[in-house]
């Protein structure tokens, strides 16, 4: 089960990141971006999922390039990604951080950086393997 820990330990790996505080929850920047932060859901989200029962544990929400790549990304079926009504029309992915696994945790972290980091940045860091 990763950790709101975890997310910091590999967010501290991407050039620039750092961890901010919004809404009282924790998030992680770049170039004053948040691409990725914790969500709690909120009443009206509990309410959404009437008798079936919400994913448990912490929730993070990681950006994503447009609705194509949400989709292509929810598609893909990974273990603990999903979304929820609040974020339609919205480009980020909902993860359910007690089912994901580090390495796609990993690359939700990094696509999500890659969206928001200054062009140099992201063209350095994908230069950089």
Same mark, same amino acid.
């Given at each position: 089960?990763?950790?709101?820990d975890?997310?910091?330990?590999l ?7 750092e ?23 909120? %009443? ?6 009437? @008798? !079936? ?6 929730i *993070? /929400? ?16 990974h ?5 929820i ?13 007690? %089912? ?6 990993? @690359? !939700?972290?990094?696509d999500?950086?890659?969206? *928001? /980091?200054?062009?140099?940045l ?8």
């Open positions: 089960m990763a950790s709101f975890d997310v910091a330990r967010v501290a790996e991407l050039p620039e990141a961890e901010i505080e919004r809404h009282g929850n924790r998030a992680w920047a770049v170039g004053g971006k948040v691409f990725a932060w914790e969500r709690p859901f909120r %009443k009206a989200d509990l309410k959404r999922f009437g @008798d !079936a029962t919400p994913p448990d544990g912490p *993070l /929400a990681v950006r994503v390039e447009d609705l194509g790549e949400k989709e292509a990304v929810l598609a893909a079926q273990a603990g990604f999903f979304t009504p609040h974020f339609d029309g919205y480009p980020a992915v909902l993860i359910a951080l007690s %089912k994901v696994s580090e390495s796609a945790l990993r @690359d !939700a972290l990094v999500g950086w890659l969206v *928001l /980091a200054p062009p140099q992201a063209k350095a860091y994908l230069n950089q393997g």
